[in-house]
């Protein structure tokens, strides 16, 4: 028994000193700088119940405004929200819609409202640690309301 404890206790000093080497390997939290002319606002009219969806709901993951919580500080929590946000911007950034073409951007709205229906987005991983940020039936639908008709006005300018 007394094996039993010396050995837990080495295990617990180990995993311990891995915890704060781990503190010492910090990948890059970034918000690169905005051109307010490529975010979305400049391409598509969003009215302020669309905006407050979206910036409570993605636009941490989506955007270059990303707000880093405290948790973010600390390995290995900061590794798994960092390569989170990293891929949410390359799939979609809302403050670099403009650099997409017109089909992309027609499939970037037609997606939002397919990952959202489909509970895809926001992340389940997210939104427990993010108060307000799940979507409710409501934020779907204008979600959906909203990209459909610009889609169509994007459509309507070829």
């Not at 391409?43 to 993951?61: F, T, Y």
């Not at 707000?67 to 799939?91: C, L, M, Q």
């Not at 389940?124 to 889609?151: E, F, I």
């Amino acid at each position: 028994m007394k094996l039993v404890w010396k050995l837990l206790r080495w295990a617990m000093v180990a995993v311990a000193c891995l915890f704060v080497i781990a503190q010492f390997i910090r990948p890059a939290k970034t918000n690169p700088s905005a051109d307010p002319s490529l975010a979305i606002e400049s391409h598509v009219q969003v009215d302020p119940k669309v905006s407050s969806i979206l910036d409570r709901s993605c636009a941490d993951c989506h955007s270059n405004k990303t707000r880093w919580p405290w948790y973010t500080n600390v390995a290995p929590v900061s590794w798994f929200v960092i390569d989170h946000v990293n891929d949410g911007r390359k799939e979609l950034n809302l403050s670099e819609f403009g650099k997409y073409d017109r089909r992309r951007q027609l499939n970037k709205l037609k997606q939002i409202c397919r990952e959202v229906t489909n509970g895809a987005m926001p992340l389940s991983s997210y939104t427990p640690m993010h108060a307000g940020s799940k979507l409710t039936h409501d934020d779907v639908n204008t979600l959906c309301s909203w990209s459909d008709a610009q889609r169509a006005q994007l459509e309507a300018k070829k």
